[in-house]
């Protein structure tokens, strides 16, 4: 299994951050995984975002819920992140990976900036 996460580098505070992450070697719909964003922001640790399960239903961290979307994309066996009115506090390291009994594959990380 072989994530990718991909979108802008560089955001404008109180626009949004778009992330697509693209899943090959295995379905977004299997069943039992769930599909995850983490963020690691400039010497902090991983940061939780929220996951978007194989049947659909999403789960978010309740810090972020109010900022968070994730969506799916079965055609192309994609989920996608939107953060809302970001700041420069959301500078940040963006992880998706797979969740089971534990994260057992992850992206590479994709960095973005949050400034103007």
């Known amino acids: 299994v072989q994530l990718q996460e991909s979108g802008p580098g560089l955001v404008k505070p109180s626009q949004t951050l778009s992330l697509t992450c693209t899943v090959s070697?295995?379905?977004?719909?299997?069943?039992?995984?769930?599909w995850s964003w983490i963020r690691q922001p400039p010497g902090k640790g991983l940061e939780w975002i929220g996951y978007?399960?194989?049947?659909?239903?999403?789960y978010y961290s309740p810090s972020l819920k109010s900022r968070t979307s994730i969506s799916r994309d079965t055609s192309n066996n994609q989920f996608s992140l939107q953060l809302r009115s970001v700041t420069p506090e959301d500078t940040a390291v963006y992880y998706c990976?797979?969740?089971?009994?534990?994260?057992?594959?992850w992206g590479q990380g994709t960095q973005v900036t949050v400034s103007s």
């Open positions: 978007i399960a194989y049947s659909g239903m999403t």
């Open positions: 070697g295995g379905s977004i719909t299997t069943n039992s995984y769930y």
């Open positions: 990976a797979r969740l089971r009994w534990g994260y057992d594959y």
